[in-house]
């Protein structure tokens, strides 16, 4: 990964660094809340020689105390120190318990130890660490006093007398703060790498291009009113919805313009990726831009086209595919351009036989015949095989990935079904995109020159060909339309309401 990835993965997870931030620090801080303040007093005693008078034996005492004070550092927390300290104060503690509150330390090269007392009372830490010291001196005096008799050739004398802390020396609020800060960043850093490692969704367009060299035709950003709204004539006309399928029709007809096929079939990896919103506004983008478009509903196992549209579903492409009815009877125009849906009709029990077949063979053809475009809705490439036998009947194939529900190896696996059948694959569209952060899809547009007055390109050829647009009525032309249950349904179409 290069410094640009670990900068992207960083702002996708900033949030969650965040919390892990303010979580360390709040559990620090309720720590050192809970945890009682403790005081430390120290006091000081100085070890020295009596009765040496020489040069020679100040030297020679100097060395030997400096030896015994190690002695003197280990004695302070003896029960021979301690049990007089415990009586005179009325302490409740043992001798071990209370050395556990003691640390004793002699300075390198001198002859000076130091006693710390760490308690939850300033007052208490002062007296014991006074009483300590006492107890110190009264006790070497006696263990260094000769058998025979006399004074103790070693005196110690306190050079430090304890005093109560005004402070406490724990908890030390800012250190804990500054730990739980610092552990909650790794924590944060550490849950994010791990998560990018394992996570292997495909979020935005820097992980399609790792995956596939295909080309990007546009991306739709996520929409909360799209559940319930789901059509481009419902949104905004300057809405970044409404932006997006204009952009992903124009780059769609850049993408298939060599392509002689004016049919492109609308497949995704998995169910749920928006593949047949993308198709359905795809066609109205279309049908605005002046085209006469044809929207073919070939999802055989869960249809959507027809109750999107709000159009009849019963009759359509499968009553036309085993012969119950023709084409012009069937087809249904919805809204105020020329747009023409093909509804799926019953769902039957071989959807893959029939899109196979030489009839949808056929019908492809004589659509493309009759329109500029012909755009179909076909089922997702894993679960079934209905796509996969579509693309090899279609001028093209455009792959929608839907944002955060997919993964990249679903993507691949769709991909090498599509190269297996020898499909055109024209590009991807990705879906679900969010409006802003690092994987939001960045749009450029083209120049002036193609807009008309309105915004828009202007009526341009078919998908696929440069050709003047058709008129639908040319379908109809010499041939009586059949009475039939679509008839009445075609004119009670919500005309793009």
């Known amino acids: 990964m290069e410094l640009k990835d670990y900068l992207r993965v960083l702002r996708r997870n900033w949030l969650v660094i965040v919390a892990a931030i303010l979580l360390g620090v709040l559990i620090a801080g309720a720590a ?82 130091s006693i710390s007392v760490s308690d939850e009372s300033p007052t208490r830490a002062a007296a014991i660490a006074q009483a300590v010291s006492a107890s110190l001196v009264n006790t070497v005096d006696v263990l260094e006093k000769p058998a025979a008799g006399g004074v103790s050739p070693v005196k110690l004398s306190i050079v430090t007398p304890a005093t109560a802390a005004s402070s406490p020396v724990s908890p030390n609020v800012r250190l804990n703060v500054l730990i739980g800060l610092l552990a909650g960043f790794a924590l944060g850093l550490g849950y994010v790498a791990l998560r990018s490692v394992l996570d292997t969704r495909v979020r935005g367009e820097i992980d399609v291009h790792k995956i596939t060299d295909a080309p990007i035709l546009g991306g739709i950003s996520f929409d909360a009113d799209a559940t319930k709204k789901p059509l481009l004539t419902q949104a905004p006309p300057q809405s970044p919805r409404a932006e997006s399928f204009r952009q992903l029709r124009t780059n769609l007809q850049f993408a298939h313009v060599s392509n002689q096929s004016k049919t492109v079939l609308m497949t995704s990896s998995l169910p749920g990726e ?39 579903r019963n009759v359509g492409l499968t009553t036309v595919l085993i012969g119950d009815a023709n084409l012009e009877d069937v087809l249904q125009p919805w ?139 040319r379908i109809l032309k010499g041939e009586p339309r059949r009475e039939s249950q679509l008839r009445s349904a075609g004119s009670r179409s919500r005309n793009g309401e």
């Open 335 to 473: 809204g105020e351009n020329k747009l023409y849906v093909l509804a799926s009709g019953q769902v039957p029990p071989n959807p893959s036989e029939l899109l196979g077949s030489e009839r949808m063979h056929q019908l492809v053809g004589r659509l493309e015949e009759s329109f500029d475009a012909v755009i179909i809705d076909a089922p997702p490439l894993l679960p079934v095989t209905d796509a996969a036998v579509l693309a090899q009947q279609v001028g093209g194939v455009v792959l929608v990935v839907g944002s955060q529900k997919v993964r990249a190896t679903d993507v691949q696996k769709s991909l090498a079904a599509l190269e297996m059948v020898d499909a055109d694959l024209l590009g991807v569209v990705l879906n679900r995109l969010p409006a802003k952060g690092p994987d939001a899809y960045a749009y450029s547009y083209y120049g002036n020159d193609r807009l008309g007055s309105a915004g828009v390109p202007t009526p341009a050829a078919g998908i696929g060909s440069l050709g003047g647009n058709h008129d639908f009525e």
């Open 274 to 312: 928006g593949k047949s919103t993308t198709a359905t506004n795809l066609a109205i983008a279309l049908s605005q831009a002046g085209q006469t478009v044809a929207l073919v509903d070939a999802d055989l196992r869960r249809p959507m086209v027809a109750e999107y549209l709000g159009l009849e």
């Open 32 to 113: 050192s809340l809970l945890v009682k303040p403790r005081y430390v007093s120290q006091t000081k005693l100085f070890v020295a020689l009596q009765n040496s008078s020489s040069v020679a034996e100040l030297q020679q005492g100097n060395v030997f105390t400096q030896a015994r004070v190690r002695s003197y550092v280990e004695t302070v927390t003896t029960p021979a120190v301690l049990q007089p300290v415990i009586d005179s104060l009325g302490l409740a503690d043992t001798p071990a318990s209370l050395a556990g509150k003691i640390s004793a330390t002699a300075d390198a090269n001198t002859v000076l130890i």
